[in-house]
């Protein structure tokens, strides 16, 4: 799949800008954002990642693949909570899976709507799910609508870059690294993903 649009643009700016990205970027030639799938399917993909390993998620989310094959929500939701914690979830998550995917069916999000809508508009209306918090919604602005100026600081391997690339492993506040990011605008979500890279070099799906 082809990089967003604006990819080499904000690679340019932020090599231009930063120091510390712009060897990063050099580290990291020839890999790039790339969009993923359908909004439920990154969605539910999401609520199976969250608080375990990617080895582990990978896993389970074959298994619930198994169960509702095209992961459309009407399959998740016909195939009921029962059998998507027999998947492995737990059974707080299949019940949000399940919720997710009910909300789908009901058309009580404005999924069409979401490319027009603001950041914050679009996270807004998606943590009135349950099982979406803030970093979620995050992830599915980088990930699925490809948004170029997220900044989740709520990922903990963003902080971690954040803190081993410019701050020597010392630990900062929030503040400082908002402040930080304030150079990268309007392509915090660029900067992000190659910090990422920084800790690990193979992009993880979310």
């Not at 690294?177 to 993903?193: Q, Y």
């Amino acid at each position: 799949m082809a990089a967003p649009s604006y990819w080499h643009s904000a690679k340019r700016a932020l090599a231009n800008r930063d120091p510390v990205l712009a060897r990063i970027i050099h580290d990291h030639p020839r890999i790039a954002l790339e969009p993923r799938g359908e909004p439920f399917f990154t969605l539910a993909r999401s609520i199976v990642g969250q608080q375990i390993s990617v080895k582990a998620a990978a896993s389970i989310w074959a298994r619930v693949v198994a169960v509702a094959p095209r992961m459309l929500p009407g399959q998740v939701v016909d195939a009921g909570r029962a059998r998507l914690a027999a998947c492995g979830l737990s059974r707080r998550k299949a019940e949000y899976l399940a919720g997710l995917a009910r909300h789908f069916v009901r058309g009580s999000l404005h999924v069409a709507a979401w490319a027009e809508m603001e950041d914050e508009a679009v996270i807004a209306e998606l943590v009135q799910v349950r099982g979406i918090g803030r970093w979620t919604a995050e992830m599915f602005l980088i990930f699925c609508l490809l948004r170029p100026n997220v900044l989740p600081l709520d990922d903990l391997g963003l902080r971690r870059a954040i803190c081993r690339n410019y701050f020597r492993g010392r630990s900062v506040s929030l503040r400082t690294m908002r402040k930080l990011a304030s150079v990268w605008d309007p392509w915090r979500s660029v900067a992000t993903w190659y910090l990422w890279r920084s800790l690990d070099p193979v992009p993880v799906e979310y």
